[in-house]
């Protein structure tokens, strides 16, 4: 360690007053040399600059290689999105606690927005049963031109199959309903959490209950078909004529439709096919009752809600039966 001392020494006496500067590196075999110049080859390597009295100046580490480089690059993306998200997070508490002075302030606001869309859905649920009132008169002329050895005209047919469209439509709206009433319940829940943090009250995880319209949600009876489609098809056929209790008004490849309900005890079941944005068949129950107060009870029964929570079991019949 001396003979090093000393060495390093005569050489910065040796340099000449305007260059009084040493570098240091060590090659790949552990050896350590010392220059008034950094060799070409030692250039992309690491070394230390040292000044006239020994001392490190500077320090350069070796040039990093592509992977190196690589990894550099995604770790600096990654703590700039983590300052993002740090970011976005303070941006959205501030205006929670600008929204909401209490619990309850959300919880109203919650229960204010799903009455809202309960509002939409009983619009909805209303336009189909006057759709299917439609519908069953169109058949039934039709029916009657047909007994009388008449031709059903086209412009009939083609209302037929308009109404049958309006339907199919009304019940994707009624699902995307539904679907927003649920990511209100999860925006409410995690506002709910993040507003006791912020305010250092006690979290339970708990969310006061919501006003409840009477009306059950179709995401109930949503099934999404993944193998065995057609026979599940088959089998939500046979599921609404054991089920409902009105005769069968409409039996396609995408909807299968009872007749609406008359009497207070009658009950009108709906399947429905469509596909969704991600390429997958859902396939979904809706039961309707007589627009009175007694078909209201009936289809708030657990009779009736043994019905709708039944229809998903037939997924797992279909799946058992296939393997």
Same mark, same amino acid.
């Given at each position: 360690?001396?003979?090093?001392?000393?060495?390093?020494?005569?050489? !910065?006496?040796? /340099?000449?007053?305007?260059?009084?500067?040493?570098?240091?590196?060590?090659?790949?075999?552990?050896?350590?040399?010392?220059?008034?110049?950094?060799?070409?080859?030692?250039?992309?390597?690491? +070394?230390?600059?040292?000044?006239?009295?020994? /001392?490190?100046?500077?320090?350069?580490?070796?040039?990093?290689?592509?992977?190196?480089?690589?990894?550099?690059?995604?770790?600096?993306?990654?703590?700039?999105?983590?300052?993002?998200?740090?970011?976005?997070?303070?941006?959205?508490?501030?205006?929670?606690?600008?929204?909401? +002075?209490?619990?309850?302030?959300?919880?109203?606001?919650?229960?204010?927005?799903?009455?809202?869309? $309960?509002?939409?859905?009983?619009?909805?649920?209303?336009?189909?049963?006057?759709?299917?009132?439609?519908?069953?008169?169109?058949? !039934?002329?039709?029916?009657?031109?047909?007994?009388?050895?008449?031709?059903?005209?086209?412009?009939?047919?083609?209302?037929? $199959?308009?109404? +049958?469209?309006?339907? +199919?439509? $009304?019940?994707?709206?009624?699902?995307?309903?539904?679907?927003?009433?649920?990511?209100?319940?999860?925006?409410?829940?995690?506002?709910?959490?993040?507003?006791?943090?912020?305010?250092?009250?006690?979290?339970?995880?708990?969310?006061?209950?919501?006003?409840?319209?009477?009306?059950?949600?179709? !995401?109930?009876?949503?099934?999404?078909?993944?193998?065995?489609?057609?026979?599940?098809?088959?089998?939500?056929?046979?599921?609404?004529?054991?089920?409902?209790?009105?005769?069968?008004?409409?039996?396609?490849?995408?909807?299968?439709?009872?007749?609406?309900?008359?009497? $207070?005890?009658?009950?009108?079941?709906?399947?429905?096919?469509?596909?969704?944005?991600?390429?997958?068949?859902?396939?979904?129950?809706?039961?309707?009752?007589?627009?009175?107060?007694?078909?209201?009870?009936?289809?708030?029964?657990?009779?009736?809600?043994?019905?709708?929570?039944?229809?998903?079991?037939?997924?797992?019949?279909?799946?058992?039966?296939?393997?």
């Amino acid at each position: 360690m001396r003979n090093l001392l000393i060495l390093i020494l005569l050489l !910065l006496i040796a /340099l000449p007053s305007h260059a009084a500067k040493l570098y240091k590196w060590v090659d790949e075999n552990g050896k350590v040399f010392y220059s008034d110049r950094v060799p070409p080859a030692q250039v992309s390597k690491g +070394r230390t600059e040292l000044d006239k009295h020994g /001392l490190v100046v500077e320090k350069v580490n070796a040039a990093l290689t592509r992977e190196e480089r690589a990894k550099e690059l995604e770790l600096e993306r990654r703590r700039k999105e983590q300052q993002e998200l740090a970011a976005a997070q303070k941006k959205a508490d501030r205006v929670l606690l600008r929204t909401f +002075r209490s619990e309850d302030d959300i919880v109203m606001a919650r229960n204010g927005k799903l009455i809202s869309i $309960d509002a939409k859905i009983q619009i909805v649920r209303g336009s189909i049963r006057r759709q299917k009132y439609r519908m069953a008169e169109q058949q !039934l002329n039709a029916a009657n031109l047909e007994r009388k050895g008449k031709k059903v005209s086209s412009n009939l047919l083609k209302q037929i $199959d308009n109404l +049958r469209g309006q339907i +199919r439509g $009304d019940y994707r709206l009624l699902i995307s309903h539904e679907q927003m009433k649920q990511k209100i319940r999860e925006k409410a829940a995690s506002d709910l959490v993040r507003f006791r943090q912020l305010k250092n009250l006690e979290t339970t995880g708990e969310m006061l209950p919501e006003k409840k319209s009477g009306v059950h949600s179709m !995401l109930e009876t949503l099934v999404i078909c993944e193998q065995a489609c057609n026979e599940l098809w088959e089998k939500a056929e046979g599921y609404v004529r054991k089920h409902s209790t009105t005769r069968m008004q409409l039996l396609g490849k995408r909807i299968i439709m009872t007749k609406s309900a008359v009497k $207070d005890t009658d009950v009108s079941l709906t399947v429905s096919r469509i596909e969704n944005k991600e390429g997958q068949q859902e396939f979904f129950l809706d039961v309707q009752c007589k627009d009175s107060t007694p078909g209201a009870i009936l289809c708030n029964s657990p009779k009736i809600n043994k019905v709708r929570l039944g229809f998903k079991d037939l997924q797992g019949e279909v799946v058992s039966q296939a393997e």
